[in-house]
């Protein structure tokens, strides 16, 4: 088992930055790649973010290239997500989850834990 909690999350004006924090306990979790996703009030969940086990390669949705960053330190078993220049269509509540096989990263059934999720609100 694995536990995520994540946090960060708030009201923001657009144009403005957030990062949310993603606490891992539970089993080795550097045996994990790291995805966020984010829901929308009537939208399906999709995928914003990922980043490998171990040799650190990110990927992102086009949504958020050039703006959010996710990173991951091992030693705090956390992972973030940098969310600058914030519009209202991120508006949403954003997970954390933890891929054990290390492929498919924007395949939300290859995530076998989540976390709780934590809102993201970008008033305009």
């Known amino acids: 088992q694995v536990q995520l909690v994540e946090s960060g999350g708030g009201l923001v004006q657009a144009g403005g930055s957030l990062r949310l924090s993603c606490a891992a306990s539970?089993?080795?979790?550097?045996?994990?790649?790291m995805g966020w996703f984010r829901q929308a009030p009537g939208k399906e969940r999709q995928f914003v973010a990922a980043?490998?086990?171990?040799?650190?390669?990110?990927y992102y949705a086009d949504s958020v290239k050039g703006r959010f960053t996710i990173s991951r330190d091992s030693a705090k078993n956390t992972v973030y997500l940098q969310m600058n220049n914030l519009k209202p269509e991120d508006t949403a509540v954003y997970y954390c989850a933890a891929n054990p096989l290390n492929i498919n990263y924007d395949v939300k059934s290859r995530y076998d834990y989540w976390g709780q999720g934590t809102q993201v609100t970008v008033s305009s």
């Open positions: 539970g089993r080795t979790f550097s045996n994990y790649a």
């Open positions: 980043i490998s086990r171990r040799n650190l390669r990110t």
